[in-house]
């Protein structure tokens, strides 16, 4: 049976705890708890696991069956936990594997947040990290110390789509004792599945291409059994799991997660191929093309390029802010959104969002300029939005 038609049918939950019954959409479970009336039936309720919905709830518990049945299809040994954001599962499960003189190695090219969560938050309890250039691994080899428990990429860096060899990095990871985790909040296990190459921890935004909707906001963590049940109850008391109603509409969301992923991903293939033979644009980051940077590294992970990913990241032939914004209000359908992977094809500016944070010659020393523009392809006719972006072009001239 195809993943896609198996997804479907993924409903995973303690069927004699509660009579979820079997209805064409999954029910929505909002109460906050579950009652009972005796203390023989309380003991069975803590048996099942119904109690509170800070401890379970059975559209968490189905969403995270989903999750489990995308990411690790073929590893029975994985679980997932589903977080109240992408952040969330990122702050959480850091939070409850390392303490205070451990240390990371994070790849430089990063969300800028997840940047901050290095420097700001981890700082502060002795969790020590370096950044490092990881389109080497021999950078990331000479970064390693004693201490070192925990490497950390995204598959696809926002905005940069820099990527790592996924396999060898699992290796140098598990030859000096340390886990890999990886963000696949870019790629989705529609196009990719790290544990499958070796990564011990994946987590994603599913705010992003995995409910393609733009209408809720969660995270998941996807691992073994022994990190999950290390992580789960310091779920509990850092407060993150989800809230039922966004999990809900995540399972909604996952029933149509090919569909639409697949042709986001055709899209912005496609899209790739148009900017970069269109002299308004002067590099074009996406690893299908030829030109890009990780381009060997790419070819020994995906198969088809046109099943990598639905962003990519442009610069543009100015950085005059003037002809910048006459461009951008010369777009017909493609708009700014401060979010991406929803359903219309979206601009965000990391100078002025995600890395404006930073200084000017940090961030154009990891290929961000005031003339970037991050793309969030979706789901729309390819025609059209070569179309769109091409008569918009006219404003730079």
């Known amino acids: 049976m195809a993943l896609s038609t198996e997804l479907l049918y993924t409903r995973n939950y303690r069927a004699d705890a509660v009579n979820l019954g079997k209805g064409e959409s999954f029910p929505y479970y909002p109460c906050t708890a579950f009652g009972a009336n005796t203390l023989s039936e309380i003991k069975e309720a803590y048996r099942q696991g119904y109690t509170y919905i800070r401890t379970n709830n059975p559209d968490r518990d189905v969403l995270a069956g989903m999750m489990t049945k995308l990411e690790a299809p073929n590893l029975p040994d994985k679980d997932t936990l589903i977080f109240s954001s992408g952040m969330a599962s990122i702050s959480t499960t850091v939070g409850s594997l390392l303490k205070s003189g451990d240390h990371v190695i994070c790849n430089k090219f990063i969300y800028g947040e997840t940047f901050d969560v290095w420097g700001k938050m981890f700082d502060r309890f002795g969790i020590e990290h370096d950044f490092v250039d990881m389109d080497d691994i021999k950078n990331v080899e000479a970064a390693i110390k004693p201490n070192t428990k925990l490497i950390y990429s995204e598959v696809c860096a926002n905005p940069t789509m820099n990527i790592i060899d996924i396999p060898a990095m699992a290796e140098l990871a598990h030859k000096n004792g340390a886990l890999l985790m990886m963000d696949n909040t870019f790629t989705t296990p529609i196009s990719i599945r790290p544990l499958e190459l070796g990564a011990d921890i994946v987590i994603s935004s599913m705010t992003k291409f995995l409910n393609g909707h733009s209408d809720a906001i969660l995270g998941c963590m996807t691992a073994s059994h022994d990190i999950i049940e290390t992580v789960r109850p310091m779920r509990m008391l850092f407060g993150t799991p989800a809230d039922p109603f966004p999990c809900w ?86 708009h700014y959104a401060t979010t991406l992977g929803g359903l219309k094809t979206t601009l965000n500016h990391p100078c002025t969002s995600s890395h404006s944070h930073m200084p000017d010659a940090d961030r154009r020393a990891i290929g961000i300029t005031p003339g970037m523009f991050r793309v969030s392809t979706g789901t729309e006719d390819i025609d059209d939005l070569i179309n769109d972006f091409k008569q918009a072009f006219t404003a730079l001239d």
């Open 249 to 334: 509409m995540m399972i909604r969301a996952l029933e149509t997660v090919f569909l639409r992923v697949e042709r986001q991903m055709y899209n912005a293939a496609k899209l790739a191929q148009f900017f970069e033979a269109d002299p308004h644009v002067v590099k074009v980051n996406h690893p299908s093309l030829d030109s890009f940077t990780n381009r060997d590294i790419a070819k020994k992970l995906w198969s088809n390029d046109e099943k990598i990913s639905g962003m990519l990241s442009i610069i543009l032939c100015t950085e005059d802010e003037e002809k910048i914004d006459a461009f951008m209000a010369k777009l017909q359908y493609v």
